[in-house]
């Protein structure tokens, strides 16, 4: 098997997307910074992740320079502001020619506007929603989404964090409110379409349609928090 050539990645945003992804292409072999511009934040990911942390704005240049980013195979922005997304990956490629870069985008009506300014790949969270939603309820059948809002229906995310109730469990084990249907699982950053037998587990984030009233009953079943 052909072993693949370790990369240098830098990730801008300490939330649980930069926290997962650093994990995980650290458990791939790559090397990977995650600068977080939150102290508090930066601080927590330390203990657990180490020196690979760095408390600093990704936007700016100094904070870019002393995190080695002349030499990063791999810029990926996931903050949770658009604005310093764009930012941070237009530096990269014109300040310090990284080769690849990837923005999270919070508004979908935005991703045009970072793809005609350069940015390689961008990621909508929204739009991955929605194109699930596409191929759960099949394309003759699409709910649009203002109809969504007229019914009180909510499109839910919740993450199996650690001491979830629900971590190891079968979907089909889970006593879920009437009338609640999981879209999606999304592991280690794949969309997956679920069934009963699919088992959840720590990192996991479920996306589901529940009447808006009983939201909190279902992020509680998934959490283990009182909301």
Request: proline share 4%; net charge negative; aromatic share 4%.
């Amino acid at each position: 098997m052909t072993r693949k050539t370790p990369m240098y990645v830098i990730i801008v945003g300490g939330g649980k997307v930069g926290y997962h992804l650093s994990k995980e292409l650290v458990r791939e072999g790559h090397e990977v910074l995650l600068i977080e511009k939150d102290r508090k934040t930066a601080d927590m990911l330390s203990e657990e992740l180490g020196d690979m942390v760095v408390f600093g704005d990704g936007c700016e240049i100094r904070t870019m320079a002393e995190g080695g980013m002349g030499r990063a195979n791999v810029v990926v922005a996931v903050t949770g502001d658009d604005e310093d997304n764009l930012v941070i990956c237009q530096m990269a490629k014109r300040k310090f020619g990284v080769p690849r870069t990837l923005a999270r985008v919070n508004d979908p009506n935005n991703e045009e506007l970072f793809q005609e300014l350069g940015i390689d790949q961008t990621v909508s969270s929204t739009r991955v929603i929605f194109n699930l939603l596409e191929q759960q309820i099949g394309s003759s059948q699409v709910i649009p989404l203002a109809a969504l809002k007229k019914g009180e229906i909510e499109v839910v995310e919740a993450d199996i964090t650690p001491g979830s109730p629900v971590d190891g469990m079968r979907i089909g084990q889970i006593d879920l409110p009437a009338n609640a249907l999981i879209i999606s699982v999304i592991r280690e950053g794949h969309a997956l379409i679920p069934h009963a037998d699919t088992r959840l587990r720590q990192g996991d984030s479920v996306i589901a349609m529940i009447k808006a009233d009983r939201e909190s009953e279902l992020r509680t079943i998934f959490t283990g928090e009182q909301s």
